[in-house]
């Protein structure tokens, strides 16, 4: 396993009205660019990463890799993405691969005085997967564990055709006191790393800290 013991961990923030959302991620994650100024700035930085990611591959594949993730951006947008990366690594031989993203909305005006009891009621609903109420060092919270399908892109595949491909995933959902949601997410198509993966978000997760724009930690109340 290739990912990176505690002390070669590194941080992620994100400034919300008033709050000061902190984590830490494992060294070894891809991180994609979201502070690029421009289309032409993003593009170049994710053909850098192809060539990270992908060292041995020719020019022309790790082109073709940037420009599929280059095609998500709007999903990010829209999504609200903060943060967004991949790991890899090896599970007892199998090539297993885990993204973990990070991002903001405004939270539910239903969700009154008790958000946590309104997030976890409303996902029991959408029924999409196992639900828990948690309690984290920056507050209360709500996990969601389940699977969703997905279309594997054509050019990751050997016949060249769009195959379905679930993802096993794990959501954590944090209510603010500024009526924002903060929102967690790992996902997985290799079921294989699964115990790994969900070991290292559980990490992820516990590691989320909130600062008043002072830098007075702020612990969220139940």
Same mark, same amino acid.
């Given at each position: 396993?290739?990912?990176? +013991?505690? =002390?070669?961990?590194? *941080?992620?923030?994100?400034?919300?009205?008033?709050?000061?959302?902190?984590?830490? %991620?494992? =060294? *070894?994650?891809?991180?994609?660019? %979201?502070?690029?100024?421009?289309?032409?700035?993003?593009?170049?930085?994710?053909?850098?990463?192809?060539?990270?990611?992908?060292?041995?591959?020719?020019? =022309?594949?790790?082109?073709?890799? +940037? @420009?599929?993730?280059?095609?998500?951006?709007?999903?990010?947008?829209?999504?609200?993405?903060?943060? +967004?990366?991949?790991?890899?690594?090896? @599970?007892?031989?199998?090539?297993?691969?885990?993204?973990?993203?990070? #991002?903001?909305?405004?939270?539910?005006?239903?969700?009154?005085?008790?958000?946590? *009891?309104?997030?976890?009621?409303?996902?029991?609903?959408?029924?999409?997967?196992?639900?828990?109420?948690?309690?984290? /060092?920056?507050?209360?919270?709500?996990?969601? @564990?389940?699977?969703? &399908?997905?279309?594997?892109?054509?050019?990751?595949?050997?016949?060249?055709?769009?195959? /379905?491909?679930?993802?096993?995933?794990?959501? @954590?959902? $944090?209510?603010?006191?500024?009526?924002?949601?903060?929102?967690? =997410?790992?996902?997985?198509?290799?079921?294989?790393?699964?115990? $790994?993966? #969900?070991?290292?978000?559980?990490?992820?997760? &516990?590691?989320?800290?909130?600062?008043?724009?002072?830098? &007075? /930690?702020?612990?969220? /109340?139940?």
């Amino acid at each position: 396993m290739t990912i990176a +013991a505690s =002390e070669d961990l590194s *941080g992620g923030s994100v400034h919300s009205e008033g709050i000061n959302v902190r984590w830490i %991620m494992p =060294e *070894g994650m891809f991180e994609f660019p %979201m502070e690029a100024e421009d289309l032409e700035e993003t593009a170049e930085q994710l053909v850098d990463m192809a060539r990270r990611v992908m060292p041995d591959a020719t020019f =022309e594949v790790q082109l073709e890799w +940037a @420009v599929m993730v280059a095609a998500h951006y709007d999903s990010f947008v829209e999504a609200g993405t903060q943060y +967004a990366g991949f790991v890899m690594t090896e @599970v007892e031989g199998t090539r297993c691969t885990a993204t973990v993203s990070v #991002s903001m909305f405004d939270l539910d005006e239903r969700a009154g005085t008790n958000p946590v *009891g309104f997030l976890g009621s409303t996902m029991r609903h959408l029924d999409i997967g196992q639900v828990s109420e948690i309690e984290l /060092p920056c507050g209360p919270a709500v996990s969601c @564990v389940g699977s969703r &399908k997905a279309a594997l892109d054509g050019s990751l595949t050997a016949s060249g055709e769009g195959e /379905p491909i679930w993802t096993s995933f794990i959501q @954590v959902q $944090v209510p603010l006191s500024n009526r924002t949601l903060l929102a967690l =997410e790992m996902g997985t198509p290799t079921p294989e790393g699964w115990d $790994v993966f #969900s070991s290292m978000f559980a990490g992820v997760v &516990k590691s989320v800290r909130l600062f008043d724009d002072r830098g &007075k /930690p702020l612990v969220m /109340p139940g």
